[in-house]
């Protein structure tokens, strides 16, 4: 492992010898094992033309000052998603009540670190403050609800993100829309509603509509992509879609280049936005050496579509991933485990990044 970092390093510095090596941390240092072997993470992204390898965090994590020290790292992680501080019930518990100190936090570290934030979420079914539903808005009432939620937040944040994860999960898996208090009200208006409000409140973000098991060519992408072609035909401002990716070792959809094609050819661009590859515990050599296997086919899929602008993991370590406690008995879905040390899913990224043959 340590021998293949050693030769993926010279390699990296001949082919990109702008590319510094992230220096050697003393023997006291914080810093995880392994920073030393690799230029990066976004270091590479970057250098095959992606904007950024990211990761959600999540303000809990950030006392963790080892976890920081990598985070930290724009060598390693070139964007920043907030797992929650910009969700609604975040940033307006109480009607017309706001506040940004938590989602503050995170977009201030992504600023004091150089890195490109993607804002995440303005308009989604989960965790929504219960005044959201049981107040029985109409249709009037809930766009105004709507539209001030966005003047403020995305008006908050206004210049800051690349982009905004502005409608989330709006899908069904069998293609239609989701019921929720959004769509039940103002059915599928809710997304022009949420869309040209986000581009009023910050006209050069990145407007997107993000959702998971759309990777993959079926009735889900489908309609997403029918979606895409309505807004347009309406002259309804849509520039992204985000694949979130939550895979299974051993499942990774196989179709991943042909759809993103297919969305690229709608004229949009894509995004992996919450990559992980979770597994049945415990973690077995073979599931990790198939789970390096994953990550190398979705990087690559990424890599060989130009409209995917950049990847982003949903946290990098196991010690912080959502998975164990949505998914009991199921984990070690992230390129790092618990102690910080870098999996055999981590070297499949690398390989991908440096275009590199899978070994
Ligand atoms: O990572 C988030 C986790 O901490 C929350 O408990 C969870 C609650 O719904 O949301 C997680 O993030 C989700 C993201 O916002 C949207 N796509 C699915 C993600 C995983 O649930």
């Given amino acids: 492992m340590k021998l293949t970092q050693a030769v993926t390093l010279a390699v990296l510095c001949l082919a990109f010898p ?75 518990p109480e009607p017309n009540t706001f506040t940004f100190t938590e989602g503050d936090q995170i977009a201030n570290l992504a600023k004091s670190n150089g890195q490109i934030l993607r804002a995440h979420n303005l308009v989604w079914y989960s965790q929504l403050p219960d005044w959201v539903t049981s107040n029985n808005y109409n249709a009037t009432g809930l766009t105004e609800v709507i539209q001030n939620h966005i003047a403020n937040v995305a008006g908050h944040y206004k210049g800051q993100p690349y982009a905004w994860d502005v409608v989330n999960e709006p899908l069904n898996d069998n293609g239609s829309f989701r019921s929720d208090v959004f769509y039940d009200t103002l059915g599928e208006s809710y997304i022009p509603i ?14 997107y509509i993000n959702d998971y098991n759309i990777e993959y060519t079926g009735a889900k992408a489908t309609a997403m992509q029918n979606l895409v072609k309505s807004l347009q035909a309406d002259g309804v401002p849509i520039d992204g879609i985000g694949m979130e990716s939550h895979f299974i070792v051993g499942e990774v959809p196989t179709t991943l280049v042909e759809n993103f094609q297919a969305f690229a050819d709608l004229g949009v661009e894509i995004a992996i936005t919450e990559l992980d590859i979770r597994m049945t515990l415990p973690e077995t050599d073979a599931l990790l050496e198939q789970q390096k296997q994953d990550f190398y086919n979705v990087v690559d899929a990424c890599l060989q579509v130009s409209a995917c602008k950049g990847i982003t993991v949903w946290d990098w370590t196991d010690k912080y991933s959502w998975i164990p406690s949505t998914f009991p008995g199921e984990g070690a879905a992230t390129p790092f485990d618990d102690n910080y040390e870098e999996k055999p899913a981590f070297d499949g990224i690398v390989e991908a990044l440096m275009g590199q043959s899978f070994s």
């Fill in 18 to 92: 702008a590319i510094e090596a992230i220096p050697t941390p003393a023997a006291s240092s914080a810093l995880p094992t392994g920073t030393s072997a690799v230029s990066g993470l976004n270091a590479l992204a970057t250098a095959a033309g992606k904007l950024y390898f990211g990761s959600a965090t999540d303000n809990p994590e950030l006392t963790d000052t080892t976890y920081t020290s990598y985070l930290n790292n724009s060598q390693h992680f070139g964007q920043l998603t907030p797992g929650n501080s910009m969700k609604w019930d975040a940033t307006e």
């Fill in 194 to 207: 949420a869309l040209n409000a986000t581009r009023a409140a910050d006209p050069n973000v990145k407007l």
